[in-house]
């Protein structure tokens, strides 16, 4: 079991529907990440959380809302996305945000159609 | 902003030899960290190594070295004794110390080994 374990792997879904990417980190950390990775672009950062609070997000629109009910748990939701919103979706965490070294997951591979 | 550079889209090398990945990064601060990430087909980032902006001396991981040239602002990743599950993508990325503190990445460089 890797430290960052996210859900589901893959998805697929339509213009108009709704559905949430989890992620779970079992390392005891207290900083969580979104990031986006597109085909042929530098990994975006999305949002950032720092003790269950959030301390970052860069102009991310609001179709994408994310959710840090614990320390352990962040989540994704995804709203009317658009498919330019197709990408590799990363979580990852830190003991701290800022901290010199972030786990990363496996992502979640998201298409929509 | 910070910005980081990788102009090598891809690489390919011969296992068991050596390899260079190049990253340039532009920035007007002093102190900052500077990492490279590997990205399997597995697709988890993995942190390869780790060099601190103040410390000239370049840092080292088993085979993985890097080449910090703070003036010219170049952080290189060699790979010596190239092995098959070395092939990945390999991030180059930076971190501010102050302030917004997020990783900026490069655009990647796709690593093959050749058996």
């Known amino acids: 079991e890797t430290g960052v374990t996210q859900t589901p792997r893959h998805l697929v879904m339509g213009m108009t529907n709704k559905k949430s990417l989890k992620c779970e980190q079992h390392?005891?950390?207290?900083?969580m990440y979104w990031y986006k990775q597109s085909a042929k672009k530098p990994l975006e950062l999305m949002f950032v959380y720092s003790l269950e609070e959030r301390v970052e997000n860069n102009s991310v629109p609001s179709r994408f809302s994310p959710e840090c009910p614990n320390s352990s748990h962040l989540f994704l939701h995804l709203h009317t996305l658009q498919p330019e919103d197709s990408a590799l979706y990363l979580c990852a965490s830190s003991q701290g945000y800022g901290a010199t070294e972030a786990f990363f997951g496996q992502g979640t591979r998201l298409t929509v159609v | 902003a910070q910005t980081v550079t990788q102009s090598q889209p891809e690489m390919s090398v011969q296992e068991a030899e050596t390899v260079t990945l190049s990253c340039t990064y532009d920035?007007?601060?002093?102190?900052?960290?500077l990492f490279w990430y590997k990205q399997p087909p597995s697709r988890q980032m993995i942190l390869v190594i780790r060099q601190e902006a103040y410390k000239q001396q370049n840092a080292t991981e088993n085979r993985f070295s890097v080449n910090f040239q703070k003036a010219a602002k170049s952080f290189s990743l060699k790979i010596s004794d190239s092995q098959l599950g070395d092939a990945a993508m390999y991030f180059c990325?930076?971190?501010?110390?102050?302030?917004?503190?997020?990783?900026?990445f490069g655009q990647g460089t796709r690593l093959t080994i050749n058996p």
């Open positions: 990325a930076y971190r501010s110390i102050q302030g917004a503190q997020k990783l900026v």
């Open positions: 390392l005891g950390h207290n900083a």
């Open positions: 920035t007007s601060e002093s102190d900052y960290y």
